[in-house]
């Protein structure tokens, strides 16, 4: 099947940066969109940034101008960069991958295990 391994989470001060990496391996097909969401305590999970295939992004309001989601294609890997964090960044920041896998026709959602964000002085 497919898995998708997170790294980059930590404690920063508020606006500091963040590097998150996300990186998918398996019985890989093609992948269409890959994103960012985020969990923080006693909320419901909330999209960050997505971007497909292509190259076209998409950002939640609330981190516009201050994080860039990229991909690289040929490795299956998607980044996102966080600068200028905020205190209400904090929270579990999890991968997905929408894949198809080899020998299937349908995409199907793939996450990975979360890392942990905490912004605070």
């Known amino acids: 099947q497919v898995q998708l391994v997170e790294s980059g989470g930590g404690l920063v001060q508020p606006g500091g940066s963040l590097r998150l990496s996300c990186a998918a391996s398996g019985s890989i097909f093609t992948i269409n969109a890959m994103g960012w969401y985020r969990q923080a305590p006693g909320k419901q999970r909330e999209l960050v940034a997505t971007i497909i295939s292509s190259g076209r992004t998409n950002y939640a309001d609330s981190v516009k101008g201050r994080f860039t989601i990229s991909r690289d294609n040929a490795k299956n890997t998607v980044t996102l960069q966080m600068n200028s964090l905020k205190p209400e960044d904090t929270a579990v920041y999890y991968c997905?991958?929408?894949?198809?896998?080899?020998?299937?026709?349908?995409?199907?959602?793939?996450w990975g295990q979360g890392t942990q964000v905490t912004v605070s002085s």
């Open positions: 997905k991958a929408e894949v198809i896998v080899r020998g299937t026709t349908y995409y199907r959602d793939y």
